[in-house]
């Protein structure tokens, strides 16, 4: 008789304002946490990890896209030999949600794990001091700190015996990652990504130092990376099942010490044998300097890129560590990438000290004017638990706010020098007003037009960037299609509302929803109607698309500003010391 290990992966979702779970019927970006942690699992099985004792039934859940049904969960732990729960990939504005589900689990005595960056970020910064960290480990939830890859054997030998640990430390052990089981999904669960969409890290790690980025603390700073054929065996595995496109992970693929070779590969796969596919992928702003890299991405499949813009100002960049950004290389950088037919988003940071509702509307209206970035997304400057700026303010006694639910760069988390919480709220939404408005969507579109991009992406694109706060409430990165809500699962400690007030309310805030999400695509669509039809739309330009060198820069309001004309001018004193010109004393 063989015995029988009931094993649940799943990735929480978080908390609305109002404390129903954000899910949709079709969610946005798919975890790789969880799929990495899939493959290890199916790896280890087929490995006989456990044994021709025992058997295994793995079950996968997305809450972004999946209602988790605890009580099936725990019907069904019941009826096996042994049981573990693993909430995967949990980050900070997830471990309230993850608390909560593992209450019911735990007082049923199903054993529950937790890991993730939460958990990985406060062992690294603070050494476990968090409220919520301990909070958890007084529960008897087993934290995970680090990654799995090597280590899923001996959590699951620990499960069918019984014997979790409260705490797996493998943070000053981070694993290689070549010829490692690769990340993967089941068709039938990316099937539920509004692109039909999977994911996967071709590397870990990254060799900067801003003061917000939680990465580099948790993967660390040196580049560990999947070699080309790892990742061939990854893209022939999806397009097995039917799946084409991806979204590769790494925090800066263009520091991937491979990047070329694995691109390489791409290109054969695309160019020789002829497969479909594309990508997602994030860079930093100096991607452009690195020969070939760009053209290589496009002919690779790349057709949408992330860039860690984050500022246009000087001073605020330095604020942030964030020394690797030249405000001189943005327009050349985004310029290239629309050469080679690539969308552009942009992360920009609000929050900065320096920064006023003045000065952030001032350097909006700069990026719109002289930078030819597609789609820029705005984050609150946020202290996240794992980041440096955390570690700072938790050691100065600063005051920020407890609940880790807020902690997802669309709050106000922590005091700021010059505005108070509802002036920077108040800048927060108007910033997305100010950049998508009807006249600047206009503009990239018809900048998308004369470098051959899709402008029916682009309206696509500005539609869920545009209405995702101001319709849906929360940040573009996590809105999917159709909201969904759950009456029952309602944060710990808020009522459960009446069935005869929930639904009724639920399907008018649903229609009412559909209906403004259909006529602010109709309002850009006539946009992109106006510059399909006009005859000279392949002949638009304009400051942001004019040739770099052509003596335009004179004009450009980007170079200033106090901060930046100082920043030039320490720039400028720098390289004429490299090059041997002596700079005249100051009188």
């Not at 793995?58 to 009580?71: G, H, P, S």
């Not at 997830?94 to 794990?113: E, K, N, T």
């Amino acid at each position: 008789m063989t015995k029988r290990l009931c094993l649940y992966l799943i990735k929480p979702s978080h908390y609305d304002d109002k404390g129903y779970v954000i899910q949709w019927k079709l969610s946005p970006i798919p975890s790789n946490s969880l799929a990495s942690v899939y493959g290890l699992v199916i790896n280890a099985l087929d490995q006989q990890a456990l044994g021709p004792d025992w058997t295994a039934d793995v079950k996968t859940i997305d809450e972004t896209n999946t209602e988790v049904d605890v009580r099936a969960i725990i019907a069904d732990a019941k009826s096996a030999d042994a049981a573990l729960i693993m909430l995967i990939g949990v980050q900070s504005n997830q471990f309230p949600r993850s608390l909560d589900l593992a209450r019911p689990l735990l007082a049923a005595g199903v054993p529950v794990a937790i890991g993730g960056f939460h958990v990985s970020g406060v062992i690294s910064m603070l050494n476990g001091e968090d409220a919520d960290f301990k909070q958890a480990q007084a529960m008897g939830i087993s934290l995970f700190a680090g990654e799995l890859e090597g280590r899923m054997e001996l959590v699951l030998a620990d499960a069918v015996a019984g014997t979790m640990k409260p705490l797996y430390n493998y943070m000053n052990d981070l694993p290689g990652i070549e010829d490692t089981p690769v990340p993967f999904m089941p068709a039938e669960h990316v099937s539920r990504t509004a692109y039909n969409l999977t994911s996967f890290d071709a590397g870990r790690g990254c060799p900067y130092q801003c003061s917000f980025c939680t990465i580099i603390n948790v993967q660390g700073r040196k580049s560990r990376r999947r070699s080309p054929d790892d990742i061939e065996k990854i893209i022939r595995l999806n397009t097995s099942q039917g799946v084409h496109r991806y979204f590769i992970t790494d925090d800066n693929f263009a520091r991937n010490k491979d990047w070329e070779a694995i691109l390489d590969r791409l290109i054969h796969m695309r160019e020789v044998e002829g497969m479909k596919f594309n990508f997602i992928i994030q860079v930093d702003t100096l991607c452009h300097r690195i020969p070939c890299f760009i053209e290589k991405c496009s002919r690779a499949g790349v057709t949408r890129v992330f860039i860690g813009l984050e500022n246009v100002n000087p001073a605020n960049l330095k604020d942030a560590k964030k020394r690797q950004n030249k405000i001189t290389e943005y327009r050349v950088m985004l310029q290239q990438w629309k050469k080679w037919r690539v969308i552009t988003y942009a992360g920009y940071i609000l929050g900065f000290p320096t920064d006023t509702p003045e000065r952030i509307m001032h350097d909006i209206d700069v990026v719109k004017r002289e930078l030819p970035v597609d789609i820029l997304e705005f984050f609150f400057l946020t202290p996240l638990p794992g980041s440096e700026d955390h570690q700072k303010l938790h050691r100065a006694g600063v005051a920020m706010d407890p609940d880790l639910n807020k902690y997802d760069l669309n709050h106000y988390t922590t005091a700021h020098p010059t505005m108070s919480k509802a002036q920077f709220e108040k800048v927060y939404a108007d910033a997305w007003s100010r950049y998508y408005s009807l006249d600047h969507v206009e503009t990239i579109m018809r900048r998308a037009a004369v470098s051959r991009i899709s402008t029916s992406q682009v309206l696509l694109l500005s539609t869920w960037f545009m209405g995702a706060l101001k319709i849906e409430g929360v940040h573009p990165l996590e809105v999917g299609w159709i909201r969904r809500k759950s009456r029952l699962n309602r944060r710990s400690g808020m009522p459960i509302e009446p069935a005869i007030l929930f639904y009724p309310k639920y399907y008018a805030e649903l229609g009412w929803k559909l209906m403004r999400w259909a006529a602010l695509y109709v309002r850009f669509g006539l946009k992109q109607l106006k510059v399909e039809r006009d005859p000279n739309r392949h002949a638009y330009t304009d400051l942001a698309m004019s040739p770099v060198g052509d003596g335009s820069e004179e004009d450009l309001e980007l170079f200033k500003t106090t901060d930046a004309v100082a920043w030039l001018d320490q720039q400028k004193r720098i390289n004429d010391a490299q090059h041997g010109i002596k700079v005249p004393a100051a009188e």
